[in-house]
């Protein structure tokens, strides 16, 4: 066969398969940012469930519910914030008890707005709880105190009227004719005495100790009830919280005897100052009264208060009438040099007295008025107590 017929009679070549091109991988560094993104989430979440759960695990017992609802609360909210299970409020239980099934659902579904209000409402109850708790306590305390103070003025009666009758009882036996039956009544007689008082002596060991403490719980709850009423123009207590002090002092004076100093204060033409330069300069007229107050009675437990509208007042725990006397004299001074510096300067006026023994809250503040009145009397700008 020619070489040409050989040509034509050779089959065709098998076709040549083509691959089709790869697929292109995705580039590695958005694989990176997506798990750095799936791990930034996931320890939101964790941190989002525990700071759910810490407010299950420190809540407290109240009047509206119990720390261990609280608590089952919580363990709701946390499971369904970070892993989507069934609303902890919307969704119920089945018949036996078990939490509802997830229903799926990604973030953009899951309640945040509600687990807020459950925080939220938490709190606020628990403050409400603690703040009324608080009131009661420091109510109860000065109760205790009051009834302390009446009881030791009862005991002291039933003392004497003891003392009394020992002594009539010991006459009586001793003008008995049989010299048996007055030994025997005299030797009764003194194991009576030294019995009365030895129980004496540890009443006033115990009252003494409970005392102590009452002192130091009463300094500081007697400045925790300060925060809350003070006077809006000068940040000084109001006329409430000073009457309060002053029958806590009474009260404890009465326990054991603690020296006590009152102060009443009034600045002098207060209202011709209002009337010739306006309200806006007697305002400030009180104020630096009050700075003074400030700047001259400094001791921790002193209790300073705007009690009227030109009147102050100022208690002086452990503080003696010389004492007392000596720093008023130095505080009207004070404010009479700074009268003088100034075109709008004002004095005020002291009276001074100590409380007494037995002596009621009414009483000692009368006393300390009428001092305040012999000081006005005299000129103003002075000093005047009452023993």
Known sequence: MSPVRQWFARKPPLPVAVEPPPVPSPAPE??????DADVAVGRMLDAIGALTQLIGQYAHDTDARSADDVRANADRWRRHLTTGLGHPTRDDADDAGHEPAARGGGLQERDWEGVVRFASAERHAEHAYVTRAMEELRSTVWTLVHGLHEAMGAEAAAGRASATVARQLHATVSDAPPEALRDAALAAVGE?????????????QQIAELGREISKLGAALEEARR?????PLTGLGNRRAFDAAV????ALHGLWGQRMCLLLIDVDLLKQLNDREGHAAGDAALQRVAAQLARTFLGRTDV??????????VL????????????AERFVAAVGAARDAAATGVSVSVGLAALRSDETAAAWHGRADAALYAAKAGG???VERDG
Do not use: M, V
């Open 30 to 35: 958005r694989r990176d940012a997506e798990a």
């Open 304 to 313: 300073l208060a705007r009690i009227g509208g030109d009147e102050f007042a």
């Open 192 to 204: 009576l005495g030294t019995l009365i008082a030895r129980r004496e002596r540890e009443r006033e």
């Open 380 to 382: 103003r700008g002075r």
């Open 316 to 327: 002086l725990r452990d503080t003696t009438l010389e004492d007392g006397a000596r720093l």
């Open 247 to 250: 029958a806590h002092a009474t």
């Open 227 to 231: 925060e809350g009423a003070t006077d």
